[in-house]
């Protein structure tokens, strides 16, 4: 089996905290933090419990280090153990919310404050933005959630979480973000 360069830095990582190297992981958690992130604010939780959930993730993998034997297979692993800490929050804060409040559920798809949104002056604009992603397919709205998180992203990890072939991530993205486009020309409140 050929590994790839990801492979073989996780590779080289998941080894040096084998052998108990101090800062074996550090790549890996400023590479693959944002992937996490996103995933779990995908989830609907908050700033704070997102970083319990984040956070969580990675004692996870240090507690599981020697049973990972395929470092390709590092992603998929953490955005699952993610996910799983996320619903976990979730349904420990669905038993002790009471009914009545249901109807009052945040949107947390977004991390910018409304004060800074409207100290800029784009509210509007940014309210059709989000307005336009919430009609995308839950699957677009992945995609391009988590290919913004980073700055360069690496499309194994990206097709690995989203459980899509490699190849069709860019044509994906391209369609994706021609749809939000279509929708945003359409809407009246975007061009005004």
């Known amino acids: 089996m050929v590994l790839d360069d990801s492979d073989m830095r996780y590779a080289d990582a998941l080894k040096g905290a084998r ?6 992981l550090d790549d890996l ?19 704070s419990e997102s970083e ?24 998929a692993w953490l955005v699952v153990t993610a996910k799983r800490g996320a619903w976990r929050v979730q349904s420990k804060r669905r038993r002790e919310q009471p009914v009545d409040q249901w109807d009052e559920v945040v949107d947390t798809t977004t991390d910018l404050g409304s004060d800074v949104v ?7 604009h ?14 677009c709205r992945e995609l ?7 700055d360069r992203p690496n499309y194994a990890q990206v097709a690995e979480a ?12 391209g369609r994706c973000l021609n749809q939000l486009r279509e929708t945003l020309s359409a809407d009246p409140e975007w061009t005004n």
């Open 19 to 24: 052998e108990g190297a101090p800062h074996a």
């Open 29 to 47: 958690v400023v590479e693959l933090s944002p992937l996490l992130w996103r995933v779990v604010r995908r989830q609907g939780l908050d700033r």
């Open 52 to 75: 319990d959930v984040v956070q969580s993730t990675w004692l996870a993998l240090l507690r599981r280090i020697p049973d990972l034997d395929s470092p390709g297979a590092l992603p």
């Open 118 to 124: 409207e100290r800029l002056g784009m509210a509007s």
């Open 126 to 139: 940014y309210e059709v933005l989000w307005r336009a992603v919430g009609r995308l397919s839950q699957r």
């Open 144 to 150: 391009l959630s988590i290919v913004a998180a980073t």
């Open 162 to 173: 989203l459980g899509m072939p490699r190849g069709s991530i860019g044509p994906n993205r």
